[in-house]
């Protein structure tokens, strides 16, 4: 008989591995303390994962796939390689806004040598690059030299990281506003010229 699943205790239980791995990092989060944060039994996390790895990689999974999709979506929708940059960062500044500890929590696991994003996602993205770089290319935007990398570096690496800064208040400055998202786009087009 299949096991039905309580939504809100799934929730809670993301949401408490989401906030426990931004401020203690991955090792410092333990099943039992996400347990204990959720407000769930121990038990309870290892009915749905085989442990802390599965259940931090189907988070991230997730929160990957948000971008994944965003940057499907603008590619049909954009007609050109700056209008698509400028929506993807108001989208991920949007991110930010609403649910800050998501882009901290990318932003954590970026920098663990525990995590990387699957081959399936490895491989979407790096489709998705290569339709920008064609799509750059054909309207003359591009360097038609600018690689994949250079493209998911521009397009979602720079502004989690710009974000990063912004969150620790590294240059005395916390918050963003539009015209720091035109100046990022700004910038990460002119470096694909």
């Known amino acids: 008989m299949p096991r039905l699943v309580d939504e809100t205790k799934m929730h809670r239980i993301k949401d408490a591995a989401i906030e426990l791995i931004v401020k203690n990092g991955y090792g410092g989060a333990s099943i039992s303390s996400i347990a204990k944060k959720a407000g769930v039994a121990e038990g309870y996390l290892y009915r749905y994962y085989n442990g802390k790895q599965d259940l931090i990689t189907d988070l991230l999974y997730s929160r990957v796939n948000v ?41 954590v696991l970026m920098h663990d040598y525990n995590f990387q994003i699957s081959d399936e996602q490895r491989k979407q993205i790096k489709m998705i690059c290569s339709k920008v770089i064609a799509k750059g290319i054909s309207n003359k935007e591009i360097n038609p030299n600018i690689t994949e990398e250079e493209i998911y570096l521009m397009t979602v690496i720079y502004p989690i990281e710009m974000i990063n800064m912004r969150m620790k208040n590294f240059f005395g400055n916390k918050k963003w506003l539009n015209t720091d998202i035109i100046r990022l786009t700004d910038f990460c087009f002119n470096a694909l010229k």
Do not use: G, T, W
Not at 68 to 85: A, H, N, P
């Open 67 to 107: 971008l994944i999709q965003e940057l499907e979506l603008l590619l049909v929708s954009c007609s050109d390689v700056k209008s698509l940059l400028f929506q993807m960062y108001q989208r991920i500044f949007e991110i930010a806004d609403n649910q800050p500890e998501h882009i901290k929590f990318i932003h």
